[in-house]
């Protein structure tokens, strides 16, 4: 089972893919919800704090907007913890964690620069070309390493 | 009352099915007697819940139609008032509306999954072509200024 | 929303606020002012296409959904009383679509904007005068659209340094008075009298009241005054009145006597503003202290430094106590009083415009106001390191307490 980053980190179809075809989506969600559910916070709505832009140091400097270290210092960890990475080009509206195109530039950056195998598409322009989307997917999926690790 | 409570998660449930509807999941659900709070949507379910039961509980209705049924974690809990419209003065939340623009995509993702299924996958189609070069468009503009 | 009390609803149209940490800051500096911040509805569909609507096509998603949002509030599909625009500090795709947004709910609405951009470390405290500026434009949308002043008004701007106090008539300034500021009520007592006696009036003649600045509070009680307002408000008003630009853009630069300010202003109605308080090497207290080295009255030091040459001077600091020792070394080393007076005033200026000047766009006409606008250095030093000719209205010294009677002429009876 393999560790896959995907991007756009909140997508159902590329997380849906992934779990099903026996490895384990490292998505934005999971790290919301660490977020979220931490009671010892409180800072509505996603409980990212100032001192989250300060974690986002790690991946840009202060010249950075704040904003685009504070995504990082959500998606970042993710991407640290990826054995491999399905990024989905041009995808339909973008906002919110994503909406930002400066720190997803940084994050497909940061993934392409990591040693691991990376499958690059664009999202299907139409329903013909998605079952080819889908393929293409489910081909890279199926050549990672499924063996269990320890 | 030394009961460690086990982390709760939140998954999202898209139904894209022809034989499986939101509500009959959502009955297959409070049959089970799993102690998950459930949420019916436009799209499918909401459930929150232990993570091990909320596991479960998708792998069952995943199960009702498997390559029409998609799921995936959600970060805030079913009726997070810090996500509601109501509480949050409108507007549209960030997930939801990449969500709805997926949903328009799940029917041939599913017919796609089912052809995988069944025969295997097909081959890839060419790829895209590069942009032309300056220097070659330059030649073109030339070419027919020169006419 | 009631006239003057009522809950004001604020469309936040932002990118990045949620990321930064900084939203809880935002509310609470929402609910200081009795606002409540909404997110307009949109149709989501459309975002795709909103960057060539607008004609101005960005890459990021978020910044879109500002566009979308400006949109909808502009057609009124969500209907609010204010807008606060704001984007991270440093992003230049956001700098971009924040001012252009703002100009595009200006031009096709009358619903007020502010705008601003934000850093972690941005607080409420800081917040808290911009959303004040927007509810009370929200509030007293009435009042600022008075060009004209009418009746028998008085404004007095109780600022740190100074006390201004003016009488006008009939659109007119009859009587002023300029005192430095020791004790707030006394200066303001006396500034009022003097203004009083010059237009030779009494204080029960006087139908309305104004006051602003720092001390507005405390002798708008004291006096009983009919308006009290925040001085961005009132100076954008006042300047763009003094200087007979009352529509369209304008840039409103304020140097008082220890901060200074920069105001976009559209209508007379302030959009995005900055301001300086943490450093008085920009203010006209660093006048006070070259004039006072140099030997010369304050009112001297202007004509001084147009003769000068600020290149021929090396300042290696804007701080007022390291930026006067430069200035004091170079005098040492034989420079001319006239070159240290004018480089003094290009050290103002430069400073502006590295701090102030990074987050207002410069629109043509650049009015400069405030005490500091008399010492003619200070317009020509602009004027050279922005390209720009620079507007200094007549009773530019009085700004505060000018706008400040104009408005409260609009409690006047007819």
């Known amino acids: 089972m393999a560790k896959v980053f995907i991007y756009p980190v909140n997508s159902l179809i590329l997380a849906d893919l992934v779990e099903r075809f026996g490895h384990k989506p490292l998505a934005v969600m999971n790290q919301v919800r660490e977020k979220v559910t931490n009671i010892s916070l409180d800072s509505p709505p996603v409980n990212i704090t100032p001192e989250d832009p300060k974690v986002g140091l790690r991946y840009a400097a202060v010249e950075v907007p704040p904003g685009v270290r504070g995504r990082m210092a959500l998606i970042g960890p993710l991407i640290e913890d990826a054995e491999a990475a399905i990024i989905v080009e041009a995808p339909p509206v973008n906002f919110g964690c994503v909406g930002c195109n400066r720190t997803n530039e940084l994050m497909k950056y940061i993934v392409r620069s990591k040693d691991i195998p990376i499958l690059e598409l664009r999202y299907p322009e139409t329903e013909e070309n998605a079952p080819e989307f889908m393929y293409k997917i489910a081909a890279f999926l199926e050549s990672l390493p499924r063996e269990e690790e320890k | ?147 | 929303m009631s006239e003057e009390t009522g809950i004001v609803k604020i469309a936040l149209v932002s990118c990045g606020s949620e990321y930064s940490g900084v939203q809880p800051e935002f509310e609470a500096a929402a609910a200081e002012v009795n606002a409540k911040f909404v997110y307009p509805e949109i149709d989501v569909a459309g975002l795709d296409n909103i960057g060539r609507e607008f004609g101005l096509e960005v890459a990021s998603g978020d910044l879109r959904l500002m566009m979308a949002r400006a949109k909808a509030v502009v057609e009124g599909t969500t209907h609010v009383d204010g807008v606060f625009i704001t984007t991270c500090f440093r992003c230049a795709e956001g700098a971009i679509v924040r001012n252009e947004v703002r100009r595009y709910i200006h031009k096709h609405s009358n619903i007020p904007v502010i705008s601003y951009s934000f850093t972690e470390r941005t607080t409420a405290g800081t917040l808290l005068t911009r959303l004040e500026a927007l509810t009370t434009v929200a509030r007293r949308r009435h009042l600022l659209a008075r060009e004209v002043q009418t009746g028998l008004t008085a404004g007095i701007d109780s600022g740190s340094t100074t006390t201004k106090a003016v009488v006008m008539r009939d659109n007119e300034i009859i009587g002023s008075g300029w005192v430095p500021t020791t004790k707030v009520l006394e200066s303001a007592e006396e500034a009022y009298s003097l203004a009083l006696k010059e237009a030779g009036v009494s204080r029960d003649e006087i139908q309305a009241l104004g006051t602003t600045g720092y001390g507005r509070f405390l002798i708008g009680d004291h006096f009983n005054a009919q308006l009290i307002q925040e001085e961005i408000t009132v100076n954008s008003k006042g300047a763009v009145y003094l200087a007979d630009c009352q529509t369209g853009p304008a840039t409103v630069i304020d140097i008082g006597g220890m901060d200074n300010k920069a105001i976009s202003v559209d209508d007379g109605i302030p959009g995005m503003f900055t301001m300086g308080g943490i450093c008085a090497g920009a203010s006209g207290r660093f006048f006070e202290m070259i004039s006072k080295r140099l030997g010369v009255d304050i009112t001297e030091l202007g004509a001084l430094a147009v003769k000068g040459m600020q290149e021929k001077v090396t300042m290696n600091s804007y701080c007022i106590v390291f930026g006067i020792q430069s200035l004091v070394n170079s005098l040492a080393k034989g420079a001319v009083p006239e070159d240290v007076a004018a480089a003094a005033c290009y050290s103002v200026v430069e400073q502006i415009f590295e701090q102030q000047l990074q987050e207002v766009d410069v629109k043509e006409p650049l009015i400069l106001v405030g005490g500091s606008s008399l010492i003619e250095g200070v317009p020509k030093a602009l004027g050279d390191l922005l390209k720009i000719d620079v507007l200094v209205p007549k009773s530019s010294h009085l700004i505060g307490a000018v706008g400040a009677a104009l408005l409260a002429s609009g409690y006047v009876e007819e």
């Not at chain 2, 939140?10 to 659900?29: F, G, H, N, Y």
């Not at chain 2, 109501?86 to 939340?93: L, T």
Request: aromatic share 4%; glycine share 6%.
């Open chain 2, 1 to 147: 009352m030394t009961d460690v409570k086990q982390e709760e998660i939140t998954k999202v449930i898209v139904i894209s099915s022809d034989k499986v509807l939101p509500v009959d999941a959502a009955m297959k659900i409070y049959e089970s007697e799993f102690p998950v709070t459930v949420k019916e949507t436009c799209f499918g379910l909401i459930v929150t819940g232990p993570a091990e039961d909320v596991l479960m509980v998708t792998e069952e209705i995943r199960k009702l139609d498997k390559n029409h049924i998609f799921v995936k974690d959600r970060g805030f809990p079913a009726g997070d008032e810090r996500r509601c419209r109501a509480s949050r003065g409108g507007g549209p939340r960030p997930g939801f509306h990449f969500l709805r623009e997926e949903v328009r995509m799940l029917p041939a993702i599913g017919a796609a999954l089912d052809e995988l299924e069944a025969k295997g996958p097909v081959k890839e189609s060419p790829t895209k072509k590069d942009k032309l070069k300056v220097s070659e468009l330059e030649r073109i503009i030339e070419a027919e200024l020169a006419r």
